[in-house]
């Protein structure tokens, strides 16, 4: 057997106002950058992005996405990321932007970047801290994810949702 | 894991906005950003303007993602050319870490490649370039060390800019295939900043290579800083200081009061 290769895009959505992250809905996503390749690559895109890409995974906490895409034709998909501003989801406009950070080739390797990569935003948040109670907890949920690490080394852990504490 | 750098930051008055981009930049992994100056001679009186120190813009830089230290700020001045009495170099411009010349007529463009002092040369976003480029001075320009930058703020904001950005960024890249080409965001909110991986993905389209466009957004940007330093010393290779003396000694005028040998290669 000959399976299908397909690119993982792990994706943050950045916006300018946290709660509005809420708002996102996969399909949402997946409409908007349906929109963002036609409007790129006309017919010859929305031809390839009809096939074998979805939104596999959506965080609305921290706006974590993951796109798949195959791995034929990757980048001429990605290439029309930058060019998204604004996600239409549940009748408000969002405006916002996505910063892709990681490529892989499957979800796993992308799920193990995003638990590093959360335990990071973490150690980041640390310094902008204002009370004693908020640094005690980012201070937990960073001892928390590093001792799991270290425990089941490589075993499925995505505890990365602590991040919307502060 | 490369340094990234976007070296074109527009300059705007509000400072908690340009605090906010600084932020945003900081957080995508860029660890330096120039903000841009833009000088427009044609309109009349325009004077050269002050660039705010970095102490004055942010009194805590925010730390750079996946590394321990903070983001980098310079200072750039843009020099938009439609004459030739534009660009005369004065003592104003060496208060800027770089230097760049937005060449609007093919002559200028010329002039610029060939002999300004400049670091950058700026490529038309947001209109169809009025000339052609030429082998000739595009080739002097990066036997001199100058980089050509694309900017691709103009290209999110509007479809029609869409079509002037790639056009005019695939013109220039077939004539330079691909080499001394930077590419830089051009923002005025943070919203309009980009990773810089989707970046490298996105010079693709402008005709670039993968390793080129890599280096569109880090090696090249160095390279262009670095170049920024030197115009201020001799060639790089000597770079005087003046020493604060106490004002009872003699002024020595033989010996230079601190010579610094400086090591970095053009």
Known sequence: ?166 | MSVFMDLNIIAISDKKKLQNIIETAAHLGYSTVAINYVLEPQQKKQQIPKPLSVSELCEKLPIVQGKARPIKVLNRLTVVATDASHFRPSNEYKNFDILAVFPKTEKLFHAACMTYDVDIISIAATEKQPFHCKRSPINGAIERGVFFELSYTAAIRDSTMKKYTIANAINLVDVCKGKNVIMASGAETPLELRGPYDITNLGLVFGLSEGDAKAAVSTNCRSAVLHGETRMTALGIIHMKKKSQPPSEQPEEETPALKKAKTESL
């Open chain 1, 1 to 166: 057997m000959v399976r299908l290769k397909a690119r993982y895009l792990l994706c943050e959505v950045c916006v300018s106002d946290s709660s509005s992250l809420r708002l996102l809905e996969e399909k949402a996503i997946y409409q908007a950058v349906k929109a963002a390749v036609i409007k790129a690559h006309g017919e010859y895109g929305a031809a390839l992005f009809s096939i074998g890409s979805t939104v596999t995974y959506l965080n609305a906490y921290t706006g974590v996405v993951i796109l798949r895409f195959r791995k034929a034709h990757f980048q001429l998909l990605w290439s029309a990321l930058p060019f998204i501003s604004s996600i239409w989801s549940q009748g408000q406009k969002v405006r916002c932007f996505f910063n892709c950070i990681h490529v892989g080739g499957t979800i796993r390797t992308c799920q193990k970047f995003l638990v590093r990569y959360g335990r990071q935003q973490l150690c980041r948040m640390l310094p902008h801290c204002k009370t004693e109670a908020e640094k005690q907890e980012v201070r937990r949920a960073v001892m928390s994810c590093s001792l799991k690490k270290f425990r089941v080394d490589d075993d499925d852990d995505d505890d990365d949702e602590e991040k919307e504490e502060t």
